[in-house]
């Protein structure tokens, strides 16, 4: 594994030369995180914009992969590098998995996460959605456990969320996002790159070191080494 995160890393690395500039200020508490939606009205944004690492990450809601890294593997460790301002966090909500499983539950997620930025409080949630995913083939996020999770994120639900959820306000945000999602994958996969994919930088994390997004250790040595060389550039102009 080491030796694939030394390459992942010199690889990332050098292609962060020059994008960010300055050192970030560490958040307390993910309710300070500042979020925003991106100009191109489909990108997710969470953190300090002068972080010198920014991970851009593919997620469909219903996805267990994205589960596995968002609970168990670098998922915590890039929501910590997050908060102590290294890394700043895009996001990307695809929802495929209903056109393939069956259901609607992705679009559902998608269009309530959407909501939750509205409020602030798209970080918080989007925890608490992973932390609490269905299964894949039982299509469980429906109205009612997308509100009762809602319920765990302090100051979130209220008449403007609920409705938001109930009418699904937010479902041209969420065909423009999995037309971004697909966009993504390039002429080589034109249904996407799959999920999650993290891009560093500006660079996708190639396939063959993929594993760096379930070891939080190597994860975060890969992180630690982008910034390293990113600073260093910024110092040098």
């Known amino acids: 594994m080491r030796w694939a995160v030394v390459c992942a890393a010199g690889i990332l690395a050098l292609a962060a030369c020059g994008q960010r500039d300055g050192l970030a200020d560490p958040y307390r508490s993910v309710e300070e995180l500042p ?13 300090d914009p002068h972080a010198p690492v920014t991970v851009h990450l593919y997620e469909d809601p219903r996805c267990p992969v994205c589960e596995e890294f968002e609970t168990t593997g670098a998922g915590p460790e890039l929501r910590r590098a997050t908060l102590e301002g290294t890394a700043r966090t895009e996001y990307t909500l695809a929802s495929f998995l209903d056109d393939r499983v069956g259901g609607s539950g992705s679009k559902k997620a998608v269009n309530a ?20 995913q269905p299964e894949e083939v039982v299509d469980g996020y429906t109205d009612a456990f997308l ?6 994120v302090e100051g979130l639900r209220g008449p403007e ?18 037309k971004a999602y697909e966009k993504a994958g390039g ?6 790159p799959g999920t999650p994919t993290a891009v ?16 939080g250790e190597a994860f975060t040595e ?10 260093w550039e910024a110092d040098r102009t």
């Open 35 to 47: 979020e925003e939606l991106g100009r191109d009205g489909t990108t997710v944004r969470v953190g």
């Open 113 to 132: 996460l959407r909501a939750a930025l509205e409020e602030d409080k798209f970080a918080e949630y989007h925890e608490v959605l992973y932390a609490n």
């Open 147 to 152: 509100l009762e999770l809602a319920g765990q």
């Open 161 to 178: 969320f609920d409705d938001a959820v109930r009418t699904m306000k937010y479902r041209d945000f969420v065909t423009a996002s999995q």
């Open 187 to 192: 002429p080589s996969d034109p249904r996407g």
């Open 200 to 215: 560093v930088n500006g660079t996708m994390i190639p396939a063959e070191y993929n594993a760096v997004l379930w070891d």
């Open 222 to 231: 890969m992180l630690e080494s982008v910034a390293r060389v990113t600073r």
